[in-house]
Nanobody
Framework: QVQLVESGGGLVQAGGSLRLSCAAS????????MGWFRQAPGKRRELVAS????????LYADSVKGRFTISRDNTKNTVYLFLNSLKPEDTAVYYC????????????WGQGTQVTVSS
């Protein structure tokens, strides 16, 4: 069973940057995919970025493309999300999760980390 712990959130002004970390305990297999989600008050949770654990292929939501970067460090069992050019609408709780196989659901949710962007 994989357990995930997010960190790195905080309060930042618009245009600023943050780095979120997602530390995983337990074994991550090569066909796993890691995702960063966010949920703002009153809104549905959305997938903002994902990365394959093996080859590092990445996908981004259109709303963050060009501003956010996802990466992983296999030696540290950690996935990062670099948030640049932040906007007030990026304010949300950010979660990471793991998808064990193609067609399966994301799970093993962490507790989340709050990102607040002031205008």
């Amino acid at each position: 069973q994989v357990q995930l712990v997010e960190s790195g959130g905080g309060l930042v002004q618009a245009g600023g940057s943050l780095r979120l970390s997602c530390a995983a305990s337990g074994r991550l297999f090569s066909d796993y995919r890691m995702g960063w989600f966010r949920q703002a008050p009153g809104k549905r949770r959305e997938l903002v970025a994902s990365i394959s654990w093996s080859g590092g292929s990445t996908l981004y939501a259109d709303s963050v493309k060009g501003r956010f970067t996802i990466s992983r460090d296999n030696t540290k069992n950690t996935v990062y999300l670099f948030l640049n050019s932040l906007k007030p609408e990026d304010t949300a709780v950010y979660y990471c999760a793991v998808r064990p196989a193609v067609g399966s659901q994301y799970g093993s949710w962490g507790q989340g980390t709050q990102v607040t962007v002031s205008s």
